[in-house]
């Protein structure tokens, strides 16, 4: 069986700094990954890649989703075949209802009429705490930073992806926040979907516990395990690791 | 926003050079001799066969004009005009005015036909042309606000008009809905009345050029009490090669009337700069209201800038009566100069007059526009909303004046001007000009300039929309609140026209 996701000797580089230093990563369908690091040590640089943000230069390696080069084909591509990106920082669009927003976007899924998309909508939000008024509001126009995560699992739940990325979803967020959005997640989980979380802290990952957690310093993964590794990280901190990239 | 998959598909079928709407009729016209004097505006004057006051109207406003210099202060850089290069009268040749549409010139209807935008409108030309049928517009989904649905049009073809529909229906009302050169004739007492009250024959560079030379343009005057049964609408259309386009329009509500009007342009391709000098003066009595709607699609030029039209044009209302109300929306995608400020005078107490603006400019274009509202009415109140969108290596500057004269007790303006950059090779400038003469005025002032960041495409194609998909959605939403004014058909081809202007702005 093919891996969903698989990285191979990824480098990457912004501006003439390279970023990456040959990065390797495989998930599984039906498997969570957290992928933890300290600052710049690559992890949002990461999923910008995968998610094909312009910017980054690949100068070696490659990824394959679902067997096929993901590198050759465009953002809205790769949003298609499966691959979403929970922004750390969802961005505001103001005057596009987040209701036209969704629909825009489910546009040639056959499997909703309009009727029938806007109540499902209508019943994701709901499990989200999202309050109605909200979906009428400008897409992440001024909401909160928890309503604009909570925002960011209404798309995901709506969509259906196989690949979820989730970028510093708890960044912004108070404990009660930060439930909610963790349970919208969890919910989602199944056999057919990974999911690759990416944090600084291991309290996320009391909320959506991860088969396997990698460790990232300075552009590589240094160290992969269980999620018994983000607890021994929570304790003793990344030094080791840095120590050990270095 | 269903209509947006439908931009895409348009701009894909469109490029930059294929200037959707440059094509040119193949009709003989009837032009008078290059160039500009006292002959070229009597002969003018008697191709319309202009009773005498008429004439020394516009030879007054040409000598005047000969003493007026060309103006400077906008921030646009053209070539100078050879004012004695172009030609300032062009007719359709043998024209003899239609009795209906059937008379019209296919040729002319054709280009309608080519035109292809003014939806309702041509539903209207074909219902037309069957003779007597009732307008199958009447019944459909419309409806709401729009009441009856329908749209007269007075079709501007250069500079006469050939066809005028509806006439019958808005005689009923009391309308008078007419091409100005035939209202000089039939109601001489009413145009004489109103004509250059609003925009003085010396009111400027353009406007006087406009007084001693318009060709043609429309008038309406609504009675009083009457609301106008629909919408009245004109098609413009410049298809002379180096014929200066001078539309001269005049719209009067008396006491309590009511009317809309909309105002839509195409233009042809062509190499050189065509000049236009519009004057538009609509004017408002006690408890009337007059609601303007323009969208604008001239040939801006071509990818490097050459050719397009010149557009300078002086638009002005005159909120005479108490409780009146002007308000104008406009949509400029076109042009390769615009020079423009509708504006209202607030001369009755209570009356109100409102801007709503968009104007985009990409490529070469440059776009100098805004608004004057002149508060001298007691409790007066006005409000201008302005989108600006620059992409390409275009200039666009809003440029406002709001005052309050002495008098104006209780004046009040909220503007809000808004720029939004594509790229960073364009430039948004924002000139408000604030005058309060009395202190009881109360005026705000909201200004921004914002860029389409990538962010905001990256998250839009993140999730799963294309590049251009993504831009027509970012800047729909930035001009929702001015596209909300217009008229739904018109918002309909104005969303599609915006999209299309912006075509291969990004990326």
């Known amino acids: 069986m093919t891996a969903l996701l698989e990285v191979k000797?990824?480098?990457?580089?912004?501006?003439?700094?390279?970023?990456?230093?040959?990065?390797?990563?495989?998930?599984?369908?039906?498997?969570?990954?957290?992928?933890?690091?300290?600052?710049?040590?690559?992890?949002?640089?990461?999923?910008?890649?995968?998610?094909?943000?312009?910017?980054?230069?690949?100068?070696?390696?490659?990824?394959l989703f679902k067997g096929e080069d993901l590198l050759e084909m465009d953002p809205d591509e790769r949003a298609a075949k499966g691959v979403f990106l929970a922004f750390q920082y969802p961005v505001e669009i103001p005057g596009v209802a987040t209701m036209t927003f969704l629909q825009r976007k489910a546009r040639g899924e056959s499997e909703y009429s309009t009727p029938d998309?806007?109540?499902?909508?209508?019943?994701?939000?709901?499990?989200?705490?999202?309050?109605?008024?909200?979906?009428?509001?400008?897409?992440?126009?001024?909401?909160?930073?928890?309503?604009?995560?909570r925002n960011e699992v209404l798309q995901m739940a709506l969509f259906q992806p196989s690949l979820c990325i989730l970028d510093e979803m708890d960044s912004g967020l108070d404990i009660d926040a930060l439930r909610v959005a963790a349970d919208g997640v969890n919910a989602l989980r199944s056999k057919d979907r990974a999911m690759v979380v990416i944090t600084h802290y291991q309290r996320l990952l009391n909320y959506i516990v991860p088969d396997v957690v990698h460790v990232m310093s300075k552009g590589r993964v240094v160290k992969s395990g269980g999620k018994e590794l983000a607890l021994e990280l929570e304790k003793s901190g990344y030094a080791q690791f840095e120590n050990k990239a270095a | 926003m269903p209509a947006v998959q439908e931009t895409v598909d348009r701009v894909r079928q469109i490029d930059v050079d294929q200037y959707r709407y440059g094509f040119e009729t193949l009709i003989e016209s009837e032009k008078a001799p290059k160039g500009l004097s006292e002959d070229i505006v009597r002969f003018i004057s008697a191709k319309k066969n202009e009773p005498e006051w008429m004439l020394q109207w516009r030879l007054e406003a040409y000598r005047r004009w000969l003493?007026?210099?060309?103006?400077?202060?906008?921030?646009?850089?053209?070539?100078?005009?050879?004012?004695?290069?172009?030609?300032?009268?062009?007719?359709?040749?043998?024209?003899?005015?239609?009795?209906?549409?059937?008379?019209?010139?296919?040729?002319?209807?054709?280009?309608?036909?080519?035109?292809?935008?003014?939806?309702?409108?041509?539903?209207?030309?074909?219902?037309?042309r069957k003779q007597g049928e009732p307008s199958t517009l009447d019944d459909d989904a419309i409806g709401g606000e729009y009441g009856?649905?329908?749209?007269?049009?007075?079709?501007?073809?250069?500079?006469?008009?050939?066809?005028?529909?509806?006439?019958?229906?808005?005689?009923?009302?009391?309308?008078?809905?007419?091409?100005?050169?035939?209202?000089?004739?039939?109601?001489?007492?009413?145009?004489?009345?109103?004509?250059?009250?609003?925009?003085?024959?010396?009111?400027?560079?353009?406007?006087?050029?406009?007084?001693?030379?318009?060709?043609?343009?429309?008038?309406?005057?609504?009675p009083p009490g009457v609301r106008c049964p629909m919408e009245l609408s004109t098609y413009f259309r410049i298809n002379e090669r180096n014929t200066g386009q001078f539309e001269r329009?005049?719209?009067?509500?008396?006491?309590?009337?009511?009317?809309?009007?909309l105002e839509g342009c195409t233009a042809p391709q062509r190499d050189e700069n065509q000049l236009h000098a519009a004057v538009v003066e609509?004017?408002?009595?006690?408890?009337?209201?007059?609601?303007?709607?323009?969208?604008?699609?001239?040939?801006?030029?071509?990818?490097?800038?050459?050719?397009?039209?010149?557009?300078?044009?002086?638009?002005?209302?005159?909120?005479?009566?108490?409780?009146?109300?002007?308000?104008?929306?406009?949509?400029e995608t076109g042009s390769a100069i615009t020079w423009k400020y509708p504006s209202c005078i607030l001369r009755g107490d209570n009356s109100r007059g409102e801007f709503y603006s968009i104007a985009i400019s990409n490529g070469y274009q440059q776009v100098d526009s805004g608004t004057k509202m002149i508060h001298l009415g007691k409790n007066t109140t006005?409000?201008?909303?302005?989108?600006?969108?620059?992409?390409?290596?275009?200039?666009?500057?809003?440029?406002?004046l709001v005052t309050a004269h002495r008098k104006?007790?209780?004046?009040?303006?909220?503007?809000?001007?808004?720029?939004?950059?594509?790229?960073?090779?364009?430039?948004?400038?924002?000139?408000?000009?604030?005058?309060?003469?009395?202190?009881?005025?109360?005026?705000?002032?909201?200004?921004?300039?914002?860029?389409?960041?990538?962010?905001?495409?990256?998250?839009?194609?993140?999730?799963?929309?294309?590049?251009?998909?993504?831009?027509?959605?970012?800047?729909?939403?930035?001009?929702?609140?001015?596209?909300?004014?217009?008229?739904?058909?018109?918002?309909?081809?104005?969303?599609?026209?915006?999209?299309?202007?912006?075509?291969?702005?990004?990326?």
């Not at chain 1, 109605?132 to 909160?144: E, H």
């Not at chain 2, 329009?249 to 009007?261: C, E, F, M, Q, R």
């Not at chain 2, 409000?383 to 290596?393: P, T």
């Not at chain 2, 809000?416 to 594509?422: E, G, N, P």
């Open chain 1, 117 to 149: 998309f806007l109540k499902k909508v209508r019943e994701v939000a709901a499990s989200l705490n999202i309050p109605q008024d909200m979906l009428k509001r400008g897409v992440n126009v001024g909401f909160s930073g928890g309503e604009k995560k």
């Open chain 2, 148 to 222: 009856s649905g329908r749209v007269a049009v007075d079709a501007v073809f250069d500079s006469v008009s050939v066809a005028t529909t509806f006439k019958e229906e808005l005689k009923k009302a009391g309308v008078i809905f007419m091409p100005i050169s035939e209202a000089i004739r039939e109601h001489p007492d009413l145009v004489q009345k109103y004509l250059g009250t609003v925009v003085p024959t010396s009111d400027n560079y353009f406007a006087t050029l406009n007084s001693a030379v318009f060709s043609d343009g429309s008038f309406v005057y609504v």
């Open chain 1, 9 to 63: 000797g990824l480098k990457v580089q912004v501006e003439d700094n390279e970023i990456l230093h040959g990065l390797d990563l495989t998930v599984n369908a039906g498997e969570v990954h957290a992928i933890m690091g300290p600052n710049g040590s690559g992890k949002s640089t990461l999923s910008h890649v995968i998610a094909g943000k312009p910017g980054y230069e690949v100068t070696g390696g490659e990824i």
């Open chain 2, 282 to 331: 609509l004017v408002t009595h006690d408890d009337a209201e007059i609601k303007y709607s323009t969208v604008q699609n001239w040939y801006p030029g071509n990818a490097e800038g050459k050719g397009g039209i010149y557009n300078f044009v002086t638009k002005r209302g005159d909120c005479r009566g108490k409780n009146s109300k002007i308000s104008w929306t406009q949509v």
């Open chain 2, 408 to 507: 104006a007790t209780g004046a009040r303006n909220f503007t809000a001007c808004d720029s939004l950059l594509i790229g960073d090779k364009c430039g948004a400038h924002t000139v408000p000009y604030i005058e309060a003469k009395n202190s009881s005025a109360l005026f705000e002032h909201e200004a921004t300039t914002s860029k389409i960041s990538e962010d905001m495409l990256f998250y839009c194609v993140q999730r799963g929309l294309s590049q251009e998909e993504a831009v027509a959605l970012v800047v729909n939403g930035f001009v929702k609140d001015v596209l909300q004014q217009l008229p739904m058909e018109f918002a309909v081809e104005a969303q599609k026209l915006i999209s299309i202007s912006l075509e291969g702005s990004v990326g």
């Open chain 2, 67 to 128: 003493t007026m210099e060309e103006p400077t202060w906008a921030r646009v850089d053209y070539p100078k005009i050879d004012y004695q290069e172009l030609y300032y009268y062009a007719a359709p040749k043998a024209f003899v005015a239609p009795k209906s549409l059937a008379d019209v010139d296919p040729e002319i209807l054709k280009t309608y036909e080519k035109l292809g935008i003014p939806l309702k409108e041509q539903e209207i030309l074909a219902g037309v």
């Open chain 2, 382 to 400: 006005s409000r201008i909303i302005s989108k600006g969108i620059a992409a390409g290596v275009s200039q666009n500057t809003y440029r406002g």
């Open chain 2, 249 to 261: 329009t005049l719209i009067i509500a008396d006491k309590g009337a009511y009317v809309s009007y």
